[in-house]
Nanobody, 128 residues
């Protein structure tokens, strides 16, 4: 059974930073691209970032480019999301997921619907 556990969220002031972690078990971690999604209050889940199975390629939504960095440690079955320069609009429940794909590219862009397994999420709240 796939089990993903997110952690690292919290209440921070605008301009602050956080590092989210997602520990995975029950899957062949290094066989999957991994991703972070978020769900703002009252809105649908949206794609934030993804990373290829090897960690060699990463992909970001335009709204977070330059501020968010995704990384992974296959030896620890863990994916991370470093968030800097937080904005109030980053307030959301952040989820990690395992993609059905290993890699993305010009013909295949990451999407929320690619991610078949989810954790319970970690709340990020940014005060202005």
């Amino acid at each position: 059974q796939v089990h993903l556990v997110e952690s690292g969220g919290g209440l921070v002031q605008a301009g602050g930073s956080l590092r989210l972690s997602c520990a995975a078990s029950g899957l062949s971690f290094s066989s999957h691209a991994m991703g972070w999604m978020r769900q703002p209050p009252g809105k649908e889940r949206e794609f934030v970032a993804a990373i290829s199975w090897s960690g060699g390629n990463s992909y970001y939504d335009d709204s977070v480019k330059g501020r968010f960095t995704i990384s992974r440690d296959n030896a620890k079955n863990t994916v991370y999301l470093q968030i800097t320069t937080l904005k109030p609009e980053d307030t959301a429940l952040y989820f990690c997921g395992a993609s059905r794909y290993r890699e993305y590219g010009p013909l295949l862009q990451p999407s929320v619907r690619d991610f078949e397994n989810w954790g319970q999420g970690t709340q990020v709240t940014v005060s202005s």
